[in-house]
């Protein structure tokens, strides 16, 4: 079955400085991988998705996500955090069988300090 | 191009009322997902559904707790007799079920329900 883990439910950085959040993920066949963003009180945004086209993923915001399949991770990286940034973000994969199900991590709190 | 449509924002009700959250789709789609988000955790699926048709219920309690996309109108996620447990952020996702970007999912503001 299909699963991924964040590592680190709470991650803070200085703004200006390289945000890194992990996930890995486990899957039985070659699998689609996203990252949602959610602001406060909001709704799931799409930052990137990986569907096996290319390992380098470039999202909005300047977020981008390399697809490591010896590592089985996804990690989302931006090179430099800007106080906007902060927010719960989510890595996931979807579950093709009779649905098109997405099945989310537990989250990551991104802080950034001034 | 309005995007996945939830109302009402915030819903309150007291133990052992009914609760309907309603999803209007974007314009196009027709497939809608419900996930259900409990406080500090990530979303769980609970059911797909196509027009007139539920294809996927898995996620779905057992009891108290019922989906329908009707051929006409919003989708309504319905729970009865609330307790204080099923206090969360209920999402709603559409997709266009066809074509390029075919199971990309939108996903609307949330509907958060509190049983007092």
């Not at chain 1, 200006?16 to 039985?28: H, P, T």
């Not at chain 1, 590592?71 to 093709?96: G, N, Q, R, W």
Request: glycine share 8%.
């Amino acid at each position: 079955a299909q699963s991924v883990t964040q590592l680190g439910s709470h991650v803070s950085v200085s703004e200006g400085a390289l945000v890194l959040l992990r996930c890995n993920y486990s899957s039985s066949v070659p699998p689609y991988l996203f990252w949602y963003v959610q602001y406060p009180n909001q709704g799931l945004q799409l930052l990137l998705k990986y569907t096996s086209a290319a390992t380098l993923v470039k999202g909005i915001n300047g977020f981008e996500a390399e697809f490591k399949k010896s590592e089985t991770s996804f990690h989302l990286t931006k090179p430099s955090a800007h106080m906007s940034d902060a927010a719960e973000y989510f890595c996931a994969v979807i579950v093709y069988s009779s649905a098109s199900k997405i099945i989310f991590g537990s989250g990551t709190r991104l802080s950034i300090r001034p | 191009n309005a995007g996945v449509m939830q109302n009402p924002r915030h819903l309150v009700r007291r133990r052992g009322q009914e609760a309907r959250l309603r999803c209007s789709p974007m314009k196009g789609h027709s497939h809608v997902y419900w996930y259900r988000q409990l406080p500090e955790e990530g979303l769980k699926f609970m059911v797909y559904l196509q027009k007139e048709n539920i294809i996927d219920e898995s996620g779905m309690p057992k009891e108290r707790f019922s989906a329908e996309f009707p051929k006409e109108g919003p989708s309504i996620l319905r729970i009865q007799q609330v307790v204080r447990g099923d206090s969360a952020a209920y999402f709603c996702a559409s997709s266009p079920g066809q074509g390029q970007g075919a199971d990309e999912q939108y996903f609307g503001p949330g509907t958060r329900l509190t049983v007092t």
